[in-house]
């Protein structure tokens, strides 16, 4: 009797991998780190999380992106020396940095190389929200242009699952095309997709 309420609790039915775990924590964060976006194309996802995120763990520094925060200049355009700065201008500027450091931990670099900003957290975070946009209107576009030419739309993605099976949760999805197609849905279509998916081929 004790061996099998041991074996309940010590057992889990499904183990998770490191991997999956890592991937979790990614997406919805933690109490030490915030949600990463890994690809542009999840932004959409990740904006209300990384918000809620930051708003429970640091409100100051959030404010820096609601009030367009700007780092103080003297009289020849430079910025102001920390030194020189008044008692709540050193706490502002604490917030904003602080900001800036939560957006670099959770932005990853290859999109970060592609946004045109001024180095603020407000600038930083307009600036996805414009690629996002941009790259979601780039796709619409070839869409309807397909569409003119009397062709589908055939969206590509890609996921890892290193566990190597089916069931296992596996990495955020990667957009990678539109491909044009030019049959219709068949009416053996979903017993197509049925087959492929016994072939672990996920449509």
Request: charged share 25%.
């Amino acid at each position: 009797m004790d061996e099998e309420f041991y074996n309940a609790f010590a057992t889990p039915s499904t183990p998770i991998t490191v991997a999956q775990t890592t991937m979790l924590d990614n997406e919805t964060g933690t109490l030490q780190k915030p949600p990463k976006l890994l690809n542009i194309e999840e932004y959409k996802g990740w904006e209300g999380r990384f918000k809620n995120w930051v708003q429970a763990n640091y409100l100051d520094a959030w404010e820096c992106v609601e009030t367009k925060y700007v780092i103080p200049l003297n009289d020849d355009g430079e910025e102001v020396a920390i030194k020189d700065m008044s008692a709540d201008d050193k706490k502002k500027y604490k917030n904003e940095k602080m900001m800036l450091s939560l957006l670099q931990q959770t932005v990853k670099e290859d999109i970060m190389v592609l946004l045109q900003h001024n180095g603020s957290s407000y600038s930083i975070w307009k600036a996805l929200r414009s690629k996002f946009v941009d790259i979601a209107n780039k796709v619409h576009w070839i869409i309807d242009n397909f569409s003119e030419c009397g062709l589908r739309s055939l969206g590509v993605t890609f996921q890892e699952v290193l566990a190597g099976k089916k069931e296992s949760i596996g990495e955020l999805w990667e957009f990678v095309d539109l491909l044009p197609l030019f049959n219709p849905t068949q009416h053996d279509s979903s017993e197509t997709i049925n087959r492929r998916a016994e072939l672990y081929i996920l449509l």
